[in-house]
């Protein structure tokens, strides 16, 4: 190889895990107001990306069809090079299942699940045996710091308490990607921050993607990159 060859060939590009392209998604009963009007996101390995808008601007229902929860009705989503639309159904569960984790806006823990029993279902559900599960779950809300509240039901807890369940139960199986809806909407300032950093915190550790929708301008400082939704697009 010439001398300087390597150096001749420029940086490495990042490894992109979600490549989203000209999406667009209309609710029905819309009356032709798409919720995405040609939508396109690269989001890298490792990288913390906020979807800031407001109400009605799209974010949301973004998150939903990169984690192929929507399917778009143009436009293509990819991850890791995958195409989302080539899968059918049980495909794209499974995908969901063994890559991405889930941090709800309003925590979607169940009710009738203590904290620990929460955490151990989405690992049980992705193949792990129960006795590895259940040690897994334990040492992750111990992680988190409600290591002493892993035997609650989800009444028993605060709101900060809940989404502490609800990131351990996101990262527990150690995601390649996370997508977090409006993740501290439904706590109080202080709670809300504290969820929004550990959220981060872990998420570096392990070296995961995030997408986080939101309106909530705190988080901003706290992610790499800060996407704009206005009218269903990425600006």
Known sequence: MPDGALASAGPIEPHA?????????????SHGEDALRGASLKVVAGEIVLLRGHSGSG???????????????????RIDGVDLGALGPAARTRLRLDRFGFVF????????????????????AGGMPSRDARQHAT????????????????????????????????????????????????LDR???????????????DEHAAVVIASHDDR????????????????V
Not at 149 to 174: D, H, M, N, T
């Open 59 to 77: 974010k949301t229902t973004l998150l939903c069809v990169l984690s192929g929860l929507l399917t778009p009705s143009d436009g293509s989503v």
């Open 219 to 234: 988080i901003a400082p706290l992610v790499d990159r800060v996407v704009e939704v206005i009218d269903g697009r990425c």
């Open 190 to 204: 202080a709670s809300g921050m504290e969820a929004a950093r550990l959220l981060c915190a872990v998420a570096r």
């Open 139 to 186: 040492a992750q809300l111990a992680a988190l710091g409600i290591g002493s509240k892993a035997e609650r039901l989800p009444a028993e807890l605060s709101g900060g308490e809940q989404q502490r369940v609800a990131i351990a139960r996101a990262l527990a199986k150690r995601p390649s990607i996370v997508f977090a809806d409006e993740p501290t909407s439904s």
């Open 17 to 29: 895990l979600i490549e989203a392209r000209d999406l667009r998604y209309g609710y029905p009963g």
């Open 105 to 124: 806006q309003r925590f979607a823990l169940i009710s009738a699940l203590r904290a620990r029993e929460n955490v151990e279902l989405v690992l049980t």
